[in-house]
């Protein structure tokens, strides 16, 4: 059915407007859920190593969908050989998307170490603005709105990161180099997830992420699978909450929401982000970093903005 209309009766087309609302507040919902996140990521990174972390709360989020979909599996009585077909289809798409994801996710909870969990969530989120940059490469037809969404991102960095000596922090810069992969995240999932069961391909992708980082974390972390105890309330949050549950209201979500909706919506992620900073952690960003946090909020909506008319833009959590 087109996600755009609703169902016909007597011929018409009915608009989805109760519908549609409900799936923006699962997505909103969502979004709340990821921007906490960042709560739980940072305090994890005072006791676990980043890929440890990573490893754990991956394997708690591919734990909660593989029950999903078992629950999908038993509510729609999907027979065992389609459920097997749906499973081998999502295979190589996840584990690709999963390689990167535990490379973007590894790097993104090391520089938790350093950073504050504010400034995490609304550096995170400058891959928003540049997914629309790449689609210029695939013959996009460029706009003003996102050229001008790309220099308010990037004004946006320049009072969130850098210093009076022009200096940035190891964190900050750390993070900026993840937009790069979870720009080449949201790509894949663009192109396969259209074509697969969107809940296994995810299920493959996340246990692909906790596979890869506990052999990662006996390599890379200096106290492999040590600290747990002192964090488990923050991997059960960003495992089970954050990857699993809020994974689930997304799909949900955006179901019926509009794409350019959605990805508007989502982009709310560094809002709560921040709360949760100040809120939780008493964090400080101070005059220049909320100048720049909100312009490149501002980068961000606009750039989407840009992407609605043809409502083709894609969106995907990253935390």
């Not at 180099?177 to 995810?202: E, G, M, N």
């Amino acid at each position: 059915m087109d996600r755009s209309i609703g169902p016909r009766i007597n011929g018409l087309k009915l608009p989805l407007v109760g519908t549609r609302t409900k799936g923006n507040l699962l997505m909103l919902g969502a979004s709340m859920i990821w921007g906490f996140a960042f709560v739980g990521q940072k305090t994890g990174a005072e006791f676990v190593g980043p890929l440890t972390f990573n490893a754990i709360r991956f394997a708690m989020g591919t734990l909660v969908l593989v029950v999903v979909i078992f629950a999908v599996n038993l509510v729609r009585k999907v027979p065992r050989a389609k459920d097997a077909k749906l499973w081998r289809k999502a295979l190589l798409p996840g584990m690709l998307a999963g390689l990167i994801l535990a490379t973007a996710g590894g790097m993104q909870q090391a520089a938790m170490a350093t950073t504050s969990a504010g400034k995490a969530a609304f550096l995170t989120g400058f891959y928003m603005v540049l997914v629309p940059i790449v689609g210029l490469f695939w013959g996009r037809k460029p706009s003003w709105k996102i050229a001008l969404g790309v220099v308010l991102g990037f004004a946006g960095l320049y009072f969130l990161c850098i210093k009076g000596d022009f200096s940035i922090e190891p964190g900050d810069a750390l993070l900026l180099a993840t937009s790069i992969f979870w720009t080449a995240h949201i790509l894949i999932i663009d192109h396969f997830v259209p074509k697969l069961s969107a809940l296994r391909f995810s299920a493959v992708q996340f246990a692909t992420t906790a596979v890869l980082s506990a052999f990662a974390a006996f390599v890379l972390d200096p106290h492999p699978f040590t600290g747990m105890e002192h964090a488990w309330g923050a991997l059960a949050y960003t495992g089970f909450v954050s990857v699993g549950i809020a994974y689930t209201l997304q799909v949900l979500g955006q179901r019926y929401a509009l794409p350019s909706h959605a990805a508007l919506i989502l982009s709310m992620e560094s809002l709560f982000g921040a709360i949760g900073g100040a809120l939780f952690l008493a964090e400080n960003l101070g005059a220049r970093g909320y100048l720049g946090a909100a312009l490149l909020v501002a980068g961000v909506v606009v750039s989407q903005l840009g992407e609605a008319s043809d409502e083709s833009v894609s969106v995907e959590s990253l935390a």
